[in-house]
């Protein structure tokens, strides 16, 4: 892959953000855009039942974390 690259990642929640960032730790210059059609992006969709289910009160609890 060469540096100037430009790509659209569509989809937001699990492979979109894992594509986006690989891609930009490969290529640092690269020019990414990722687009969802929905207003969460980067959350657990596997803890979805749980926040449906009353387990916790707050969707925030379904994002990803930075490291530390
Ligand atoms: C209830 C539940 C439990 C799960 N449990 C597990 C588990 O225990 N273990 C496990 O490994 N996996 C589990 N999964 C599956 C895991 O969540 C999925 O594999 C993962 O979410 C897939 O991510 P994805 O980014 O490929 O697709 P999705 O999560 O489907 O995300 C695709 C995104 O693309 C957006 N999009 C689509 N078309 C467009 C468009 N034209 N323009 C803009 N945006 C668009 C959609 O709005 C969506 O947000 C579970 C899923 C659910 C729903």
Do not use: Q, W
Request: charged fraction near 25%; proline fraction near 6%.
């Amino acid at each position: 892959m060469k540096d100037g690259i430009r790509v659209v990642i569509i989809g937001g929640v699990a492979c979109g953000p894992k594509a986006a960032s690989r891609l930009k730790r490969l290529v640092p210059n690269a020019d990414v855009t990722m687009i969802e059609r929905d207003c969460l992006v980067s959350y657990g969709a596997c803890g979805l039942p749980h926040y449906v289910g009353d387990v916790f009160p707050d969707v925030v609890v379904l994002y990803s974390k930075e490291r530390k």
